[in-house]
């Protein structure tokens, strides 16, 4: 097994890039072990319907990160205080499924640092009945990775702050994420310590009994794949919020001049059905302002593009542009 | 473990159906066994063309998530879209109800290729 240091990059998509480079382009025969933390992000399962997950105000106000993983599962809210930690390994057919090896090692270094955790249900580590760790896998090729996160010292107010409060406004088929109780590790720890010496204590557990630390340095020409996979897939819209399985969009809201009910059909990222409905008063037929949200990108920047030279009084009334396209988030 | 005499079977899994110069493709008892519990399956849409040993799909059990890999290349004519509401079909019917894609063969010696069912069972029982 060899480690990959990734430099204290925070940027999840540069990390996630680095994962599943190890995965499918370095040593095939070779296990990776590596470390991330970040600066706040969402993450949202492989199979999520990203705009559900997320609270899209507080994100975009908050510079809040979102990104999907490969792996499947609920939607998860880190930052620096997390350290997620990936095996990158062959998938020999007894590894693929198995949590308690790939968090066995992790288990053991908590317990010693005084940290009752234990694995529960299929896949999450929890101390007093409270988690401090979800885990997901991804196997291609026969390759896969094994990850979780480890909330080491997570802004707890801002889980739920930056997760979607009112998930009624979605209808998608997609993985729905399970809210679960939650706690940070270092409130249970015997001695405190920071989230690097923590890196260092898990790095010693999980090396155990091997010389030092076998490390796997990156070179320029895996930077160079790293960064290009970052911006092909995970800095990429249409990985990130175009690959939500189909769903509906129902929003409503009360203007001055009225109620706006809006429903879209978004398949594959682009609004395939678009209704308006409401009291608001204006002159110009709304069917003209559906007809120009069909085949557009869920997307306020993409949907202001396609609304720029309409005339907004005269379909909307008192209600602007920039209004119409904010109440569709 | 349920493995039909009639069917073909690839090295990841699938099985493979002849109809009528087209063919229907899903995953085994087998797979869907080490799976566990599918929670959503992604699938291409009619159309697209699929490509042997690449990646067509991926299926999301409660464990993990794998890539599914298309036994012979080909344009898919039909997708099961009942998986969208269903995916635990790939676990109650993996032969029958949870057929996954029919497609239009490109290649007719691709599925020569494939193991029969005898081949299949001896492959599954040295892993």
Same mark, same amino acid.
């Given at each position: 097994?060899?480690?990959?240091?990734?430099?204290?990059?925070?940027?999840?998509?540069?990390?996630?890039?680095?994962?599943?480079?190890?995965?499918?382009?370095?040593?095939?025969?070779?296990?990776?072990?590596?470390?991330?933390?970040?600066?706040?992000?969402v993450i949202v399962g492989k199979n999520q319907n990203t705009v559900e997950e997320i609270n899209?105000?507080? *994100?975009?106000?908050?510079?809040?990160?979102?990104?999907r993983?490969?792996?499947g599962g609920g939607a998860v809210?880190?930052?620096?205080?997390?350290?997620?930690?990936?095996?990158?390994?062959?998938?020999?057919?007894?590894?693929?499924?198995?949590?308690?090896?790939?968090?066995?090692?992790?288990?053991?270094?908590?317990?010693?640092?005084?940290?009752?955790?234990?694995?529960?249900?299929?896949?999450?580590?929890?101390?007093?009945?409270?988690?401090?760790?979800g885990?997901a896998?991804?196997?291609?090729?026969?390759?896969?990775?094994?990850?979780?996160?480890?909330?080491?010292?997570?802004?707890?107010?801002?889980?739920?702050?930056?997760l979607n409060p009112d998930p009624e406004k979605y209808l998608s088929k997609g993985i729905k994420s399970v809210r679960s109780? *939650?706690?940070?590790?270092?409130?249970?720890?015997?001695?405190?310590?920071?989230?690097? @010496?923590?890196?260092?204590?898990?790095?010693?557990?999980?090396?155990?009994?091997?010389?030092?630390?076998?490390?796997? #340095?990156?070179?320029?020409?895996?930077?160079?794949?790293?960064?290009?996979?970052?911006?092909?897939?995970?800095?990429?819209?249409?990985?990130?919020?175009?690959?939500s399985p189909e769903f509906n969009?129902?929003?409503?809201?009360?203007?001055?001049?009225?109620?706006?009910?809006?429903?879209?059909? *978004?398949?594959?990222?682009?609004?395939? @059905?678009?209704?308006?409905?409401?009291?608001?008063?204006?002159?110009?037929?709304?069917?003209?302002?559906?007809?120009?949200?069909?085949?557009?990108?869920?997307?306020?920047?993409?949907?202001?593009?396609?609304?720029?030279?309409?005339?907004?009084?005269?379909?909307?009334?008192?209600?602007? #542009?920039?209004?119409?396209?904010?109440?569709?988030? | 473990?349920?493995?039909?005499?009639?069917?073909?079977?690839?090295?990841?899994?699938?099985?493979? #159906?002849?109809?009528?110069?087209?063919?229907?493709?899903?995953?085994?008892?087998?797979?869907?066994?080490?799976?566990?519990d599918i929670v959503f399956?992604?699938?291409?849409?009619?159309?697209?063309?699929?490509?042997?040993?690449?990646?067509?799909?991926?299926?999301e059990s409660v464990?993990?998530?794998?890539?599914?890999?298309?036994?012979?290349?080909?344009?898919?004519?039909?997708?099961?879209?009942?998986?969208d509401d269903?995916p635990e079909?790939?676990?109650?019917?993996?032969?029958?109800?949870?057929?996954?894609?029919?497609?239009?063969?490109?290649?007719?010696?691709?599925?020569? #290729?494939?193991?029969?069912?005898?081949?299949?069972?001896?492959?599954?029982?040295?892993?």
């Amino acid at each position: 097994m060899k480690y990959i240091n990734n430099q204290d990059i925070m940027d999840i998509t540069i990390n996630f890039a680095i994962e599943e480079y190890a995965l499918t382009e370095l040593d095939i025969n070779e296990t990776y072990l590596l470390f991330y933390s970040m600066t706040p992000t969402v993450i949202v399962g492989k199979n999520q319907n990203t705009v559900e997950e997320i609270n899209m105000d507080y *994100v975009r106000e908050n510079n809040v990160t979102v990104c999907r993983r490969l792996s499947g599962g609920g939607a998860v809210y880190n930052d620096e205080g997390d350290l997620s930690f990936s095996f990158i390994t062959k998938d020999d057919g007894s590894s693929f499924n198995n949590y308690k090896k790939f968090t066995e090692p992790v288990v053991r270094a908590l317990r010693n640092m005084g940290v009752n955790a234990e694995l529960l249900g299929r896949n999450d580590l929890l101390v007093d009945g409270k988690k401090i760790s979800g885990n997901a896998q991804f196997s291609t090729r026969g390759r896969m990775f094994s990850h979780g996160t480890l909330m080491f010292d997570v802004n707890l107010d801002n889980v739920a702050k930056a997760l979607n409060p009112d998930p009624e406004k979605y209808l998608s088929k997609g993985i729905k994420s399970v809210r679960s109780r *939650v706690t940070n590790i270092r409130d249970h720890l015997k001695e405190d310590m920071d989230i690097h @010496q923590f890196k260092e204590m898990l790095l010693q557990y999980i090396f155990e009994g091997e010389k030092g630390i076998p490390e796997y #340095k990156l070179t320029e020409k895996d930077w160079k794949r790293i960064m290009e996979i970052a911006e092909k897939r995970y800095r990429n819209w249409d990985w990130v919020y175009g690959k939500s399985p189909e769903f509906n969009v129902k929003q409503t809201k009360r203007f001055p001049s009225g109620k706006v009910d809006v429903r879209l059909e *978004v398949k594959k990222g682009l609004i395939e @059905q678009a209704a308006i409905f409401g009291d608001f008063f204006a002159v110009g037929d709304i069917h003209d302002i559906e007809k120009r949200l069909v085949g557009v990108k869920y997307k306020r920047e993409d949907l202001m593009d396609a609304l720029t030279d309409i005339d907004a009084s005269y379909y909307l009334g008192k209600i602007s #542009k920039e209004e119409f396209v904010n109440m569709l988030f | 473990m349920n493995i039909p005499k009639e069917l073909k079977y690839s090295e990841e899994h699938e099985w493979v #159906k002849v109809e009528d110069g087209k063919v229907r493709i899903g995953i085994t008892d087998f797979a869907q066994d080490e799976l566990g519990d599918i929670v959503f399956v992604e699938l291409p849409e009619a159309g697209d063309e699929v490509e042997a040993d690449e990646p067509f799909g991926s299926v999301e059990s409660v464990k993990t998530v794998s890539e599914l890999y298309a036994p012979i290349s080909g344009k898919v004519l039909e997708v099961n879209e009942d998986l969208d509401d269903s995916p635990e079909f790939v676990n109650e019917s993996p032969y029958e109800k949870a057929w996954m894609i029919v497609v239009e063969p490109s290649d007719e010696s691709e599925i020569e #290729k494939l193991m029969d069912a005898d081949a299949y069972e001896k492959m599954i029982s040295e892993e």
